[in-house]
């Protein structure tokens, strides 16, 4: 974990209620894709937990939705301004699960979406082609599909609506392909369909409150078949074999 001031270079609506920012500072701490960031913001007191979407040896990139106060305010923030950020917070994606010319599926819903990108990009990196499913509610909540697509992933989308990709949810395309292993991050609900079907052993980086961010607290701990695991430390991702659902 590092504590770093950061330079706002950018932050764009990207789709409804939708943010990309752009920080530039030092990335150092950022070891493994599925990290988080913890954002101090001026007014309130908890800092603003947000995954990690892609990163640089000088600059990252997060995807936020505003769906409160903090993030909100985040979202009139101008390039220029600066941001008390803590770095490289929890265990990202162990790669290490997959080998080159295995298949697996990264499968993202929502908010959950960010951080299957510099999943996706480390994986092509190691020689390791992913499928990618990612999930919304509507057309107008779609990101990041060219983004995906210029890296070499093959991509499915589902809408709940299905007004772009297949109708109905992540789920309807994972049961359709063939796969060696999966990783995924999103709400529980989707969490619970995906644990239904999957055939084979996976990753999953869970969405938590979170007070400090960095396991002192012990607000945002779980029980696993070892023993209790807090998630903003020992996860946010968990095997599959080890989640007591």
Known sequence: MKQSIFEIVSNNEIAKNTFEMVLAGDTSAVTA?????????????????????????????????????GTE??????PGESLDILTGLGNGYNIDAVKEGEKPVLIGGGAGVPPMYGLAKALIAKGVKPQVILGFNTAEEVFYKDEFEKLGAELYIATADGSVGTR????????????????????????KAIEGIAKTSGQYSFEERMGCGFGACMGCSCKTKYGNKRICKDGPVLEREEIIW
């Open 33 to 69: 894709p599925g990290q988080f960031v913890n954002i101090k913001l001026e007014g309130f007191f908890l800092r603003r937990p947000i995954s990690i979407c892609d990163w640089d040896d000088e600059s990252l990139t997060i995807i936020y939705k505003t769906v409160g106060h």
């Open 73 to 78: 305010a985040m979202a009139e923030m101008k």
């Open 168 to 191: 109905g949810f992540v789920t309807d395309v994972m049961k359709e392909l063939e796969y060696t292993y999966f990783f995924t991050c999103g709400p529980m609900p989707m969490f």
